[in-house]
Structure formats: C-alpha cells, structure tokens
T-cell receptor, first 113, second 114 residues
Framework: GESVGLHLPTLSVQEGDNSIINCAYS??????FIWYKQESGKGPQFIID?????DKRQGQRVTVLLNKTVKHLSLQIAATQPGDSAVYFC????????????FGKGTKLTVNP | DTEVTQTPKHLVMGMTNKKSLKCEQH?????MYWYKQKAKKPPELMFV???????INESVPSRFSPECPNSSLLNLHLHALQPEDSALYLC?????????????FGPGTRLLVL
C-alpha cells in the first residue's frame, strides 16, 4: 500500500517463501527501470534492471516483471533469505538518458527465520 | 568492480562551518551524481555531472556547491548549512548519460548539522 508520513510499506515473509514487491511508476514514457536494495546504513545496491521493450527479466533468485499498460513493476525474490531483509526501491528513468532516475517510495522487506 | 567510495562516512558540522564530501570511482564512468536521502525516504537527485560538466542542478540551494575535478572524482562543498540539511548524501556513477544506464551508488556520508 501507499506510505503515509514516515511509514514505509512493509512486507514480512518467512524464510524460504517467495516475496513479491510491487511498484507503480509515474511516467508512461519511462524506458528503463531498476530495482535497488538498501540495507540499513548502506547505499542502494543494484539488483536487476529491465528496459521497456521487455516484460520480464530473470536474475539469480530474482525476477522483474514490467506491465506497461498499467505502469506497474514487480520484483519477485525466490526462496527469500534473512539476508534479503532491506528496503527495496524501484527507480524509473524519466528521459532518454540516464540522468533523471526517480525513485519510488520503497518497501521494507523483513524475512523471519 | 562496481565500487564507488565516499568519504567521510560520518560528518558533524555547525551551521557556520565549511566542509567537503568526496566521492571516487575507478570504473571509467563519465557520469556522476549527488543524491540526498532523508530517513525512510527515497534518494532525491541533487546534481548530475556528465563528462566533468554540470548538466543538471535540481534547484539545489547555493550552500551546496558541487565540483568535478576529473572524471574519477566528485566533491560536494558545504557552507552555512541548516539543520534540515542533515541527511545521507549519496554519490553514484554510470557509464554515461547518453543512454539509460545503471547507476552504482557509494555507501553515503551521513551528515548531521547542529
């Protein structure tokens, strides 16, 4: 759901479950999307990206799905581990180059052992 | 190697101080960025340098002054900051700004203005 005030959307899962983190992006002209993971006290870490000419891309344990019709992006994490606990941000590239990367609000994922 | 380094890790400064944040990358990237991140919020773009020239300033107050001495280094000079400027300052780099490219982030400098 939407974050209000200081509260991030949160997702709590059990270790070993699959996680799905959703993101609604704002600009139908955006042509590049990135998922970042940010652990407490660290900078955002690149996880996976996808260009607008694709609707699915897979990495190691992660899959990104892009639905341009409804401007929706999702990140699926298979067999979630405690080390996956972090805040996850989607980011969209608003213009032709990589200059303007706009981040979504973020989702806090907690993995319970 | 996708490492961006930032110094210092932590900085406490008074409102009359002058300090600088430093960022370095050795990936041959030609685009470098400064972002500001408040607690529980996403990073917000401040400045973009492309081929050592300032290409974007997101209406940042002049008390923040960026500098790109060469293609590997990016500085952010701070002067007469306000307490509301306390935040995590993130540096990032990418291959270029001509095509959509992944931006790689450093660990950030956590700044506290008293």
């Amino acid at each position: 759901g939407e974050s209000v005030g200081l509260h991030l959307p949160t997702l709590s899962v059990q270790e070993g479950d699959n996680s799905i983190i959703n993101c609604a992006y704002s600009n139908s002209a955006s042509d590049y999307f990135i998922w970042y993971k940010q652990e407490s006290g660290k900078g955002p870490q690149f996880i996976i990206d996808i260009r607008s000419n694709m609707d699915k891309r897979q990495g190691q344990r992660v899959t990104v799905l892009l639905n341009k019709t409804v401007k929706h992006l999702s990140l699926q994490i298979a067999a979630t581990q405690p080390g996956d606990s972090a805040v996850y941000f989607c980011a969209e590239n608003m213009e032709g180059g990589s200059e303007k990367l706009v981040f979504g609000k973020g989702t806090k994922l907690t993995v319970n052992p | 190697d996708t490492e961006v380094t930032q110094t210092p890790k932590h900085l406490v400064m008074g409102m009359t101080n002058k300090k600088s944040l430093k960022c370095e990358q050795h990936m041959g990237h030609r685009a470098m960025y400064w972002y500001k991140q408040k607690a529980k919020k996403p990073p917000e773009l401040m400045f973009v340098y492309s081929y050592e020239k300032l290409s974007i300033n997101e209406s940042v107050p002049s008390r923040f002054s960026p500098e790109c001495p060469n293609s590997s280094l990016l500085n952010l000079h701070l002067h007469a900051l306000q307490p509301e400027d306390s935040a995590l300052y993130l540096c990032a780099s990418s291959q270029s700004t001509h095509l959509p490219e992944t931006q790689y982030f450093g660990p950030g400098t956590r700044l506290l203005v008293l």
